[in-house]
């Protein structure tokens, strides 16, 4: 099968959807499909095959994202040459709105991963945010409507699209994880890499560094946890816009020695962060699944998180971590629990390992397969091709 990606954000930036598409990717291509992504370029941007570059500006409020300019000359020949079976978008606005043109104008399938609340993401509009929130969720749900298929990372999303009008149809289908990728990792690497001592108990974060992810929220709670005990380390893995504020809010709080920022680092870096901590943390509120809960668990991690959208199907509450409101003394009570009962940590760092089996990225790509075949075969009764 021939599966057409359009995605307004692709390597060498980092985020959950790159992080989605390249696994799917991978899993797909080793089954034997043919895969073609379409993205934004970006400086210094390597070649490669069946990757379509569109040319791009920088985002005004996030300068390591770039913005594609819709047109090329050169993609209307590529396309019809190549002639997907089916395309499949990962974003409602710019590449994703072009992907929907073809599809439509080839008669093939349309397919739409819901990634994003893009609604919470607001804050980078300088202007009218209520009334581009709403907006917002109007464009959204008329791309959906628009699509043969709506993917829903998790159930809660599902009903999420449900309540805000989608009628197209809705499969939820996580993003897995390569599990022999987190199976090992280096223990001793973080620790080496940033000086952290072997007494010092290091919570851990992973993402990007913007307003979305309340990493505000998680410093705080922190810096409140270090009052009472001080062999601490939180280490925050990833860039992003909010970095300079969030060191200047350590400073502000005295806590700067007990603040790591990595910015980006490689996979296996990432992989030796999440094997070398003892606990994950995370304080997003608009996760439509939350990934690197996911990866977290894999490498033994127990998660301490707060309870909205996503992130409440990646977390078995009370089994392999825990989930709290949007209350720092609760959150800062089950951190205490998990860093101060061994017991209790390495219970739930088992079931994490044993949790985290059900998101096999082969079995995800299983079903994403599972899905197409039934909307190719939809379209051939339709149009009476055999």
């Keep these: 099968m021939k599966i057409g990606i359009f995605t ?45 570059r569109f040319p791009s500006v920088p985002a005004p409020t996030n300068r390591d994202f770039t913005l594609a300019v819709p047109f090329s000359l050169r993609l209307k020949p ?59 969720r109007r464009f959204c749900r008329d791309f959906c409507n628009r699509c043969d298929l709506v993917v829903a990372p998790t ?13 197209s149809k809705i499969k939820v289908i996580p993003t897995g994880i390569n599990l022999e990728e987190f199976a090992r990792g280096d223990r001793n690497w973080l620790r080496k890499k940033y000086g952290i001592g072997v007494q ?11 307003q979305e992810k309340n990493i505000g929220f998680l410093i705080s709670a922190f810096a409140d946890l270090l009052g009472e005990f ?14 300079l504020n969030l060191q200047r809010m350590t400073a502000q709080l005295g806590i700067e020695k007990h603040v790591i920022f990595t910015d980006t680092l490689n996979r296996t870096e990432v992989i030796n962060c999440y094997h070398g901590a003892d606990l994950f943390v995370f304080s997003s509120k ?12 894999a490498a033994g991690l127990p998660v301490v998180a707060l309870k909205a959208f996503g992130t409440c199907e990646m977390v078995r509450d009370g089994e392999d971590g825990f989930l709290t409101p949007e209350n720092k003394e609760l959150f800062i009570e089950k951190i205490k629990m998990l ?36 909307l190719l075969g939809k379209r051939q009764f339709l149009t009476g091709s055999t």
């Design 8 to 52: 307004d954000s692709y390597r060498p930036y980092t985020s959950g959807v790159v992080r989605s598409i390249d696994t799917f990717t991978s899993e797909l291509t080793r089954m034997g499909h043919e895969i073609y992504i379409f993205a934004p370029n970006y400086p210094n941007c390597s070649r490669e095959k069946h990757v379509f």
């Design 78 to 136: 590529i396309i019809n040459q190549w002639q997907p079976d089916i395309i499949h978008v990962h974003s409602p606005f710019l590449l994703g709105r072009v992907g929907a043109r073809y599809a439509h104008k080839m008669g093939i399938p349309l397919v739409f991963t819901f990634h994003t609340l893009y609604d919470q993401y607001v804050h980078y509009v300088p202007f009218a945010r209520s009334i581009t929130r709403e907006l917002t």
């Design 155 to 167: 159930a809660i999303i599902e009903e999420h699209l449900k309540r805000m009008g989608v009628r």
């Design 200 to 210: 010092e108990k290091i919570l851990l974060f992973v993402g990007r560094l913007g």
């Design 230 to 243: 001080q062999a601490l380390k939180l280490v925050l893995v990833g860039g992003g816009p909010e970095k």
């Design 286 to 297: 608009t996760e439509t699944q939350g990934l690197v809960l996911a990866e977290a668990k």
């Design 339 to 374: 860093i101060t009962d061994d017991d209790l940590h390495q219970k739930m760092a088992s079931r994490a390992r044993e949790n985290a089996q059900l998101l096999s990225s082969r079995q995800a790509a299983l079903n994403l397969i599972g899905e197409y075949h039934a």
